[in-house]
């Protein structure tokens, strides 16, 4: 049972224009999200979370909404860059049974084409 | 600053055999965790630990062993690697398991394991 989905395998856009990329959930005990960016040969890194008190959390470029009734986060990159070009994983927390698991969608790669 | 180091980089093994993938982290973090990341699959949690001496199953947890004597290292042991073991192996670590409270999770570079 997928709880965190990513539905959009791959995603292209032109530089300088918006990227948004999409995420799923099925457990309503979840109550911190994060997105993570992944280049190839490396481990994933933080990028930005957001709180489940909250439905919109900004970093830079970077933007993540949460839709809680609907089970669903996105995270937008305005403007898109070259260097953006990776895998993003979201990922969920929380509830009881998830004590001390983070729970990770299936990826989104990224390519922003110049 | 290491954050968190895993080795090795690469590894073949063949069915059944053995193995350890080492991990450790310099950060005092007090929670580690293995992830194996698959095609089509994402990230999916293998064991974790909240602390030295205390470790817990994930999602994935069938055909691998992990303890955690100290803060820093968590190795993650094969005993009989089969096919479907075939991954990209990533350790992680944090502060603690609230990850709302500014403590995101740190990767390592991963593991390729491929088992013929």
């Known amino acids: 049972d997928q709880q965190v989905k990513q539905n959009s395998p791959s995603l292209s856009v032109q530089e300088g224009r918006i990227s948004i990329l999409n995420c799923d959930y099925t457990n309503s005990m979840f109550d911190y999200f994060l997105w993570y960016k992944k280049y190839p040969a490396e481990g994933p890194t933080f990028l930005i979370s957001?709180?489940?008190?909250?439905d919109k959390n900004e970093d830079g470029r970077f933007t993540v909404f949460l839709n809680k009734s609907a089970k669903h986060l996105s995270l937008h990159i305005v403007p898109s860059q070259p260097g953006d070009s990776a895998v993003y994983f979201c990922?969920?927390?929380?509830?009881?049974?998830?004590?001390?698991?983070?729970?990770f969608g299936q990826g989104t790669t990224l390519q922003v084409k110049p | 600053n290491a954050g968190v180091t895993q080795t090795p980089k690469f590894q073949v093994l063949k069915t059944g055999q053995s193995m350890t993938l080492q991990c450790a982290q310099d950060m005092n973090h007090e929670y580690m965790s293995w992830y194996r990341q698959d095609p089509g699959m994402g990230l999916r949690l293998i064991h974790y630990s909240v602390g030295a001496g205390i470790t817990d199953q994930g999602e994935v947890p069938n055909g691998y062993n992990v303890s955690r004597s100290t803060t820093e290292d968590f190795p993650l042991r094969l005993l009989s690697a089969a096919p479907s073991q075939t991954s990209v192996y990533f350790c992680?670590?944090?502060?603690?398991?609230?990850?709302?409270?500014?403590?995101?999770?740190?990767f390592g570079n991963g593991t390729r394991l491929t088992v013929t």
């Open positions: 957001i709180s489940s008190i909250k």
């Open positions: 992680a670590s944090s502060y603690s398991i609230g990850y709302s409270y500014n403590s995101p999770l740190h």
């Open positions: 990922a969920a927390s929380g509830g009881s049974s998830n004590t001390g698991k983070l729970i």
